[in-house]
């Protein structure tokens, strides 16, 4: 061995650098893991108002039975069981994040519309939601009162008010029709012999809402 | 960015020729560091060469620095590692087996692939002794089994399992590094030396 | 002759070869999340041979069944692969130094025979061990060892303790 | 043991690897704003109360408005500051709610509806001022007065289906009235979709 001392000054050097090094983890300030997009995004996506969907166009996608919109009711569980939208799912807001309702919410296939009684909670849910960047999720401009004010209970307009209106409330009209309200003026004439039927109101077809899941990252295998 | 294929930011057919990139690299760092002689392998248990604990202790230590480093830079995601299950009396008797057939046959695996490589017929005696312990094992996989599947306690880290600061754990880990490298030093001093 | 006999049994400094696995781990657990590995491969092959010979057995046998799957055969896996890397950069690096050639290393006491013998039960050894304790010293050690894995530490403690307490019965093979 | 003394590859590593870990350290730039909260415990803040009542409103709490320079000029309640809500992460802006915060000072967010002050107040809760409220009131114009009326959030409105039953059974009285026609109610359906149990977890096949 030429060198027969024992700690050349090369071998010290390099001890020395791997105990730094190591060392050097010890002494980085810690932080908070930073879970999800950063504030600056999270700030502007919150601020514009694109994610509102309102409650005509609700109107029109579900009378229209469209299949990629999926509902669902941040409110807590008595306020759901009371009334809701038809088919629509209950996360209510606490649980917002667990495991099971993740499929409803993580995923790139259905047009996910959150509402509550005006879009205060749906709006704080749909933040936490944007937080962790999941995509294509809406929130019901003004919620169920929104809905209950002009759908389900559309104003009458004055006469003054432009033809647009008058469309507006017969659209809103026949919505509200198709959700089950019935009007007075659809009374027959007594002479009608036919049987007066409610309008046959497309029994909305039970959707089963599979989350169908977003392909989820290749899983990790390992071992040896 | 983490894992990069799990995250799909590199599709998933570079998965395989990956693995032969980095076999190759692996193959070829361990046969130059010496590892396709059992001789030399042997010497860290007879004392007279610990290439092996050397290697093995820096490179463990390397990667587990880096990683660190690069999970605290937000590179890579730990969570997302695979962290392999850990079975206690499996790991444990299993490593037990290992250990005498390493120092029987002076290979293990990964080293005696390379020894292959360099055409030692020894080593291709091991790696077919490796597959018929592989059909012993199989066959009578019912003896093996409760021990196989016995004392199963998740793919637990040891920060999770002693709930052991990690930056502090690979401090302590570096430090008796370096000092085994030292003792082991001085032990081959004394021990007589052996060519091989 | 004297160079190349003399470069024969050059490696490189353990702290070198060291570091660049260390590179080589991270860089794998950068790349695709998991550790090296060795023996999955080994257990691959053997599960595929088995596989063709007799399906209908390795179909019910409870170890082969984990790892037979319609789709893909139990070769096409990550180790295999790995595996042959390993071989070609083995072939690379020896041939660099000019260490090929087939030869049976054996300490000058002991006999060809005797160390064949040895390197077939070790090998059996190894294999029964390395399933047992799912992974071998590269696999479940050093990878383990890596992301601090309780197991990883535990086969590694295991591997190398039996070692030393076994070094004694096995000597007259190495020294 | 020759290759012991071989020790200049290893210093060139060495010096590569601190060079490499000196630059990632260098231009590693700690992002601006650093989350304090992860996303469950925000979670957990939205449950609390997070408004104010005009009437609760003491002296101690300072005002902030969050609507744009031009409505804010147009008319604000009164020693309320302006920080429009798309730049309160500036640095300016930031260092207010930061000594306010030191102060320990509690903040009342307000905008024209109390909706619009959502986005700033979860950002900066989620930032960790967790002195930071919402004034529960709408503010609106007429003739360049600001008239604030307090707004009612998460307002309980009316309940659809019994609106729907009350319009079907007056519909139904007319029809007593009428020659009975039997008419079919059908009352919406309305169902409770069980969430389908996802599969726990995708099997990680692996191991030796």
């Not at chain 1, 600056?40 to 994610?51: H, K, T, V």
């Not at chain 4, 957990?44 to 320079?69: C, G, H, P, V």
């Amino acid at each position: 061995m030429s060198t027969n001392k024992l700690i050349t000054p090369r071998y010290l050097f390099l001890s020395a650098l791997i105990i730094v090094l190591a060392g050097g983890l010890v002494l980085l300030p810690k932080f908070e893991k930073q879970e999800g997009i950063a504030p600056e995004l999270l700030l502007s996506n919150a601020i514009s108002p694109e994610r509102y969907i309102s409650t005509d166009e609700l109107a029109d996608r579900i009378i229209s039975n469209d299949p990629s919109i999926l509902l669902i009711d941040v409110r807590d569980e008595a306020s759901f069981n009371e009334n809701t939208l038809p088919n629509s799912v209950n996360i209510p807001l606490d649980q917002l994040l667990n495991e099971d309702f993740e499929g409803y919410l993580d995923q790139a296939e259905y047009d996910v519309i959150l509402f509550s009684n005006d879009s205060f909670k749906a709006d704080q849910a749909w933040i936490l939601c944007n937080r962790l960047d999941y995509k294509n999720l809406h929130v019901l401009k003004g919620g169920i009162n929104e809905w209950f004010n002009t759908i389900i209970n559309p104003k009458k307009p004055s006469e003054n008010m432009p033809q647009t209106e008058y469309n507006l409330y017969s659209f809103r009209k026949a919505a509200s029709m198709y959700f089950g309200v019935m009007y007075v003026d659809q009374v027959k004439k007594p002479d009608s012999k036919k049987a007066y039927v409610a309008p046959k109101k497309t029994t909305t077809t039970p959707k089963v809402v599979v989350p169908k899941k977003k392909k989820k990252k290749m899983p990790v295998e390992g071992g040896c | 960015m983490g894992p990069l294929i799990p995250n799909e930011i590199i599709p998933y057919e570079w998965n395989n020729i990956i693995a032969i990139l980095i076999g190759i690299a692996f193959g070829f760092v361990l046969e130059s560091s010496g590892f396709s002689s059992s001789r030399k392998l042997a010497g860290v248990f007879y004392g007279y060469d610990f290439a092996v604990l050397k290697v093995f202790f820096t490179a463990a230590v390397t990667a587990a620095i880096g990683l660190y480093y690069m999970d605290y830079l937000g590179y890579v995601n730990l969570g997302e590692l695979y962290v392999q299950p850990t079975y206690l009396w499996g790991g444990i008797i299993g490593g037990a087996i290992m250990g005498v057939g390493f120092i029987s046959a002076g290979f293990c695996p990964g080293t005696a692939l390379t020894a292959v490589a360099i055409g030692k017929i020894d080593a291709i005696v091991y790696i077919v002794g490796i597959m018929i312990g592989v059909f012993i094992f199989a066959e009578a996989y019912s003896i093996f089994q409760p021990l196989y599947e016995g004392s199963y306690l998740g793919n637990i880290t040891v920060v999770d399992y002693f709930g052991a600061n990690p930056y502090w754990f690979i401090f302590g880990l570096t430090v008796v590094a370096v000092l085994a490298f030292f003792v082991t030093d001085i032990i081959r001093r004394r021990v007589k030396k052996v060519f091989y | 002759m004297k160079v190349t006999e003399q470069n024969r049994h050059i490696y490189w400094n353990p702290y070198f070869g060291g570091f660049l696995l260390g590179l080589i781990v991270l860089f794998t657990f950068y790349m695709t999340g998991r550790g090296l590995g060795a023996s999955g491969a080994m257990k691959s092959t053997v599960v595929a041979a088995v596989d063709v010979v007799a399906p209908t057995h390795a179909e019910n046998n409870a170890y082969y069944s984990k790892f037979i799957s319609e789709d893909k055969s139990p070769l096409n896996n990550w180790l295999v692969f790995e595996v042959l890397g390993i071989l070609i950069g083995g072939l690379i690096s020896g041939g660099l130094s000019g260490r090929i050639g087939w030869k049976v290393q054996h300490s000058p006491k002991i006999t060809k025979r005797r160390r064949l013998y040895f390197a077939l039960g070790g090998g059996i050894l190894f294999g029964i061990g390395a399933q047992l304790g799912r992974g071998c010293t590269s696999g479940a050690a050093l990878s383990g060892m890596s992301v601090l894995s309780v197991g990883g530490f535990i086969s590694t403690i295991a591997i190398f303790g039996t070692g030393y307490l076994a070094a004694y019965f096995f000597r007259k093979n190495w020294i | 043991m020759k290759e012991l003394e071989k020790t200049k590859r290893i210093s060139i590593a060495a010096v590569i690897t601190i060079l490499v870990v000196i630059i990632a350290l260098l231009t590693y730039k700690k992002p601006k704003h650093l989350y304090t909260v992860n996303t469950q415990q925000a979670l957990e803040q939205t449950a609390l109360n997070n408004f104010i009542q005009k009437s609760e409103l003491n002296s101690e709490t300072i005002l902030i408005d969050i609507r744009n320079k031009f409505e804010f000029e147009k008319g604000h309640i009164e020693n309320a500051i302006n920080i429009d809500a798309s730049d309160i992460l500036l640095e300016d802006n930031k260092n207010v709610f930061e000594t306010l915060k030191e102060e320990g000072k509690n903040v009342a967010l307000y905008g024209n509806t109390p909706s619009e002050a959502i986005a700033p107040l979860m950002v900066l809760q989620q930032l960790g001022f967790n002195n930071v409220k919402i004034l529960a009131v709408n503010n609106s114009l007429n003739q360049d007065k600001l008239i604030t009326t307090p707004a009612e959030i998460e307002k309980k409105g009316e309940n659809i289906n019994k609106f729907i039953e009350t319009s079907a059974k007056k519909v139904n009285e007319l029809m007593k009235a009428k020659p009975k026609p039997k008419p079919v109610v059908k009352a919406p359906v309305k169902k409770v979709v069980i969430p389908k149990k996802k599969k726990k977890k995708m099997p990680v096949e692996g191991g030796c």
